[in-house]
């Protein structure tokens, strides 16, 4: 068979068959329930054997639309005489016999759990979405529903993370492209899901400490990791009860919100004391100041210790 593509005016003058146009459309959407699982469930026990589909869903099923409508529908069970448990499925079926989707129950067999979704290849047979599970007793008057809906998903958009859609779904991804990060909506906010800044050096020279060794940090994943270098006092003695502001400066971007970080300096002369890091709500935002310590004669150096924080 030659190569050929649709829709086109070579093809049929441009008219599709219903299976040309699932291979088409299969991915234009993924195959699922539009909207998120804070939703109510779409399939809940009803009065006796049955369950209901609630009103006003809307789905896509191998890039064919579905709606349950504006009232809900009612999908009677089939009784169970047998002596064990039933697992049913309530699925959306798109039947290639009509190219109709409907929501359906899948009877499963007593006794030997839930039954497989039917997902033949086209052009012809069945096609199916797992909408809920349906638990049925031996001699059931009633049954559950375990709710087990799958969503459509959200692309990923490029933005520039100054730019992120306004409007934002749960689950929908951003790639920003300044930044190089990805960062999912959670329903509140942005959650960073990959980042890595590299080796980002924070020196920021100050005339009463020369540095021996260079700060630097690297953030990954939302996680800053900062391995603090080494000071020696160039100013006269610092006495023990005054603070000293160090030579590095955490950049805006790695702060963390709302809490200071503590760190603890290894003072030459078997001697220790302990750093702070101003979070970004704090009145020193980013700074790295000597808090506690003992008194510091010029010419005595500081070592100190990493840590970490999420941004």
Same mark, same amino acid.
């Given at each position: 068979?030659?190569?050929?593509?649709?829709?086109? *005016?070579?093809?049929?003058?441009?008219?599709?068959?219903?299976?040309?146009?699932?291979?088409?459309?299969?991915?234009?959407?993924?195959?699922?329930?539009?909207?998120?699982?804070?939703?109510?469930?779409?399939?809940?026990?009803?009065?006796?054997?049955?369950?209901?589909?609630?009103?006003?869903?809307?789905?896509?099923?191998?890039?064919?639309?579905?709606?349950?409508?504006?009232?809900?529908?009612?999908?009677?069970?089939?009784?169970?005489?047998?002596?064990?448990?039933?697992?049913?499925?309530?699925? !959306?079926?798109?039947?290639?016999?009509?190219? +109709?989707?409907? @929501?359906?129950?899948?009877?499963?067999?007593?006794?030997?759990?839930?039954?497989?979704?039917?997902?033949?290849?086209? *052009?012809?047979?069945?096609?199916?979405?797992?909408?809920?599970?349906?638990?049925?007793?031996?001699?059931? +008057?009633?049954?559950?529903?375990?709710?087990?809906?799958?969503?459509?998903?959200?692309?990923?958009?490029?933005?520039?993370?100054?730019?992120?859609?306004?409007? *934002?779904?749960?689950?929908?991804?951003?790639?920003?492209?300044?930044?190089?990060?990805?960062?999912?909506?959670?329903? +509140?906010?942005?959650?960073?899901?990959?980042?890595?800044?590299?080796?980002?050096?924070?020196?920021?020279?100050?005339?009463?400490?020369?540095?021996? +060794?260079?700060?630097?940090?690297?953030?990954?994943?939302?996680?800053?990791?900062?391995?603090?270098?080494?000071?020696?006092?160039? @100013?006269?003695?610092?006495?023990?009860?005054?603070?000293?502001?160090?030579?590095?400066?955490?950049?805006?971007?790695?702060?963390?919100?709302?809490?200071?970080? %503590?760190?603890?300096? %290894?003072?030459?002369?078997?001697?220790?004391?302990?750093?702070?890091?101003?979070?970004?709500?704090?009145?020193?935002?980013?700074?790295?100041? !000597?808090?506690?310590?003992?008194?510091? *004669?010029?010419?005595?150096?500081?070592?100190?210790?990493?840590?970490?924080?999420?941004?």
């Amino acid at each position: 068979m030659a190569q050929d593509s649709w829709p086109s *005016p070579a093809h049929n003058s441009r008219a599709i068959t219903d299976s040309e146009y699932e291979q088409l459309a299969q991915r234009f959407s993924d195959d699922g329930v539009h909207g998120d699982p804070t939703d109510p469930a779409v399939v809940t026990a009803a009065a006796g054997l049955a369950v209901t589909v609630r009103a006003n869903v809307s789905a896509s099923v191998r890039g064919h639309a579905w709606t349950s409508g504006s009232t809900a529908t009612t999908l009677p069970v089939a009784a169970n005489p047998s002596g064990s448990t039933r697992i049913d499925r309530v699925v !959306l079926r798109l039947d290639r016999s009509d190219w +109709t989707v409907r @929501a359906v129950i899948r009877q499963g067999t007593p006794g030997a759990g839930a039954p497989a979704l039917v997902r033949d290849p086209a *052009p012809t047979g069945l096609w199916e979405v797992l909408l809920g599970a349906v638990t049925v007793p031996k001699s059931a +008057t009633s049954v559950t529903v375990t709710r087990a809906e799958v969503y459509v998903g959200s692309r990923v958009r490029p933005a520039l993370s100054s730019q992120r859609n306004p409007y *934002p779904v749960r689950g929908e991804m951003v790639w920003e492209t300044d930044t190089q990060q990805l960062r999912v909506w959670d329903g +509140t906010s942005w959650q960073v899901l990959h980042a890595d800044s590299g080796p980002v050096n924070i020196d920021s020279g100050l005339s009463a400490w020369s540095i021996q +060794t260079q700060s630097v940090l690297e953030m990954r994943n939302g996680n800053v990791h900062l391995r603090l270098g080494s000071f020696v006092r160039e @100013a006269g003695t610092l006495s023990g009860d005054v603070p000293s502001r160090l030579p590095a400066l955490v950049p805006p971007a790695y702060r963390h919100p709302t809490r200071d970080q %503590y760190v603890i300096a %290894y003072i030459s002369g078997l001697q220790i004391g302990r750093m702070t890091i101003g979070s970004a709500a704090s009145d020193t935002p980013g700074q790295i100041w !000597l808090t506690q310590k003992p008194d510091i *004669p010029k010419g005595r150096s500081i070592l100190t210790s990493g840590t970490s924080w999420v941004v």
